[in-house]
């Protein structure tokens, strides 16, 4: 994994955690948990469009917080 991927993995993690929203993302088939950095590690960098999965009393905040951080990496979202 290159240092950039490390980064965005450790920053996001580290975001999401700072809300009590469940944060999914789904890739192909797969559903994520965000929460997970191993789930994040095996899944960020295979140059596939996210669709994120945000349900809970802090959605609004914790969407564009995922938002911003997944754009600052280059990482593709659908469905904003």
Not at 20 to 25: D, E, L, N
């Amino acid at each position: 994994m290159s240092g950039l991927g490390t980064k965005a993995i450790v920053e996001i993690n580290q975001a999401v955690n700072q809300f009590k929203s469940s944060i999914v993302i789904k890739v192909g088939k797969r559903f994520i948990d965000v929460k997970s950095i191993l789930g994040l590690s095996i899944t960020l960098f295979c140059n596939e469009v996210y669709l994120l999965d945000i349900h809970g009393p802090d959605e609004v905040e914790a969407r564009l917080a995922m938002v911003e951080i997944f754009s600052k990496h280059g990482l593709p979202l659908s469905g904003i």
